[in-house]
């Protein structure tokens, strides 16, 4: 995780950023020892590696989605933002039940331990019930259409269906997924019609489950392909029951009875090379059409006979698909990104899109509040703070960028990449400026900017320490120095005060002579420092690490202050208002807490 500070008036921000999403959040907090909640202000993201994750609302006006551990609801129009919170763990799927009352998600959770299913009001945004009967991690779920039941599938580690009744929260029955000789079942979808009627596929295995409305007893049916073998990754059923539509990792979509559990057809047949390139990801039904997502970003639309009609390519791989109307549908993809696109004229419309990878880093331009900077695997973005759009995409495939800096002067945006290089670009634009070649051989892990404007400091995986002169036409090394043993985690500068510290994973943080560049003091600790915070005044520091404390520091004599417990928890990412009242910390347990500077207790 990485946070950052600032604060607007009399109201308290600041930022988190976590593996595939963005959090903002906001609170006034008083320094006081009671312990506030912090409420979720909003969100940039979309957890677009769950299968089926979009959904859209009965109502027409509102998308359900996940971002790591919070289901998403937001309204199409205004994009105002509900949210639901109650899991421990990233969620791994999704589902709406047809009449809109409920929301069900399902999470991962650790080994030996069995996951939690969450049933939500939608109206009322509350938790209605859990339950947990799948060991380690959740497949799929999904609603009967009459909302009596919801159907839940265990991952690989735990291979069973439950089936729990929604009016008062008790399991129905359960079973295993699969037969013994087949593989890992992947899907489950309910019957549109019939609510003791659901379906499961996988590996080379699709099977129809009946529900006995006297004894609730699970009875499969196993579905006949002959000598076809398909891993199936997706399925959907018509309107009215009468076929089931299944994506497979072949490229291929199969139709099979539902009657008579028989196939009847697949296609396309690959012959003219109309194959779903990367494998059939997910499948619905639009009208008389069946609508296919691809691992390669195809949206293809097919007859009923599995002809390929038209074909629309949108980024990343395809992994939802959720019907507006015969002219509209919504499309989420493993990039973060959902698109909206006209089925009459196949235009393609980017409703939001985020950072897919691990955030690296996160940053406020010099004494500016309204805008902030990511960077992440492949690119830098800028993001408005109040609105949460994003106002600048800077693409660089195939490497990543573990650190950027705004100069002090705005004009530029500075960035540190793990092939090595240093590379500055236009924040209007995103144009390149210029790029520094080998400025740390292993990658670029931190960046440092002075009050002089042709003046950066970076540091390295390799643990050294280099200051850069900028002119015109060349960006010239003026000092290297190597005194940590590890990687640089952390550095931060006070150009007034002149001086700047580093944290590294080898246990030290160093105090350095911006203008000599030399070290000062060296902090020491038992611990692999992941960052470091300075006082405004520079007079003390606050260092999180693997040791699971906040550790506070005196610069000018290099002593330990004072060492807080974080709950058992390693400190990730730490960082200090500008007023000095308040500490951010981000822990591995996924809790960010508001510390009292002063009294170093929780507020928050």
């Not at 205004?78 to 929301?103: D, E, M």
């Not at 003791?196 to 129809?208: H, Q």
């Not at 695997?377 to 994003?390: L, P």
Request: proline share 2%; aromatic share 8%.
């Amino acid at each position: 995780a990485v946070v950052s500070t600032q604060s607007t008036g009399d109201t308290f921000i600041f930022k988190l950023v976590s593996e595939f999403i963005v959090f903002v959040m906001s609170k006034d907090i008083e320094a006081e020892q009671s312990v506030n909640t912090l409420n979720l202000h909003s969100t940039i993201g979309f957890s677009g590696k769950v299968k089926n994750g979009l959904c859209i609302h009965p109502d027409k006006k509102h998308l359900i989605y996940a971002i790591g551990s919070t289901v998403v609801i937001q309204n199409i129009k205004s994009k105002a933002q509900r949210f639901l919170q109650g899991h421990t763990n990233s969620i791994t799927c999704l589902a709406v039940s047809n009449t809109g009352r409920y929301i069900a998600s399902g999470q991962v959770t650790f080994p030996g331990f069995k996951a939690q299913i969450i049933i939500w009001d939608f109206e009322k945004k509350t938790k209605l019930f859990s339950y947990n009967v799948h060991r380690v991690s959740v497949k799929s779920v999904s609603f009967s259409p009459n909302d009596k039941f919801v159907a839940s599938l265990g991952a690989e580690d735990d291979g069973t269906v439950a089936v729990f009744d929604l009016l008062n929260g008790k399991p129905i029955s359960g079973a295993a997924a699969a037969r013994d000789s087949a593989g890992h079942t992947l899907c489950l979808t309910y019957s549109n019609t019939n609510d003791y009627l659901f379906v499961t596929a996988g590996e080379y295995d699709m099977r129809v489950w009946s529900i006995d409305p006297k004894s609730k007893k699970l009875t499969p049916a196993e579905c006949q392909f002959g000598s076809l073998k398909r891993v199936i990754t997706c399925i959907t059923l018509d309107h009215n029951d009468e076929f089931m539509w299944c994506s497979t990792l072949t490229g291929d979509i199969l139709q099979v009875s539902v009657m008579t559990k028989l196939l009847k057809g697949y296609g396309p047949d690959g012959k003219s090379g109309t194959l779903l390139s990367n494998g059939a990801i997910t499948v619905n039904v639009l009208g008389q059409e069946i609508v296919a997502g691809s691992g390669k970003g195809a949206l293809t639309f097919l007859e009923r006979n599995l002809t390929v009609t038209r074909m629309v390519e949108v980024e990343g791989m395809i992994t939802s698909i959720a019907i507006f109307d015969a002219n509209k549908i919504a499309v989420g993809t493993d990039q973060s990104n959902i698109f909206f696109v006209n089925t009459k004229d196949l235009s393609v419309e980017l409703f939001s899109s985020a950072h897919y990878d691990k955030i690296n880093d996160l940053v406020f331009p010099w004494d500016y509040s309204e805008l902030f900077g990511t960077c992440s695997h492949g690119d830098i973005r800028v993001w408005n703070a109040r609105t949460a759009t994003e106002l600048l995409r800077i693409h660089l495939p195939l490497i990543t960028c573990n650190c950027i800096k705004f100069s002090r002067d705005g004009k530029s945006i500075i960035s540190g990449w793990d092939d090595g290089k240093i590379r500055a670009f236009t924040p209007q634009t995103g144009k390149l400026i210029y790029t520094i070649n080998d400025a740390h051989p292993s990658g670029v892990t931190v960046l440092g900017i002075t009050s002089e404007v042709d003046k950066i400091i970076s540091g390295g995986k390799d643990g050294q320490v280099r200051s850069w002169r900028l002119k015109k036409q060349s960006q010239v090394l003026e000092s290297s120095s190597k005194e940590h043993k590890g990687a640089i985690t952390s550095l931060v500068t006070n150009a007034d005060r002149g001086i700047f510290l580093t944290a590294s994973t080898d246990g030290s943080s160093i105090v350095w002579d911006l203008n000599k560049m030399s070290s000062i003091k060296r902090l020491i600790s038992e611990t692999m420092f992941k960052d470091v915070a300075m006082f405004p005044d520079a007079s003390q520091a606050v260092t999180g690490g693997t040791d699971k404390k906040l550790v506070y520091w005196d610069l000018r004599h290099g002593d330990n202050l004072r060492e807080v417990d974080n709950s058992g928890a390693i400190v990730n990412a730490v960082a200090i208002d500008p007023s000095g009242k308040f500490v951010v910390s981000a822990g591995q347990d996924k809790l960010i807490k508001v510390w009292d500077y002063d009294n170093a207790v929780t507020v928050a």
